[in-house]
């Protein structure tokens, strides 16, 4: 399976990130409002997936500058 998901375009590959990341940063903020509302560990867990994110989306940015240039 794995095999299969590197070879995926990259386009697919941060659509599929994206996704893994919304559905994830929802679960942990739901488990952090139902068992410690008082704390914002969810948040700021949300916010370092987001920031993961965001640099993968760089990375894809440019990769995809560089190979629409040599092409």
Known sequence: MEEKIKRLPAKAQLQRRALRIVLLSALMLII??????????????????????????????????NTTEEE
């Open 32 to 65: 952090n409002h139902q068992f410690t509302p008082g704390m914002n560990w969810g948040l700021w867990a949300t916010v370092g997936l987001c920031a993961s994110f965001l640099f993968d989306l760089i990375d894809y940015i440019i990769i995809r500058r």
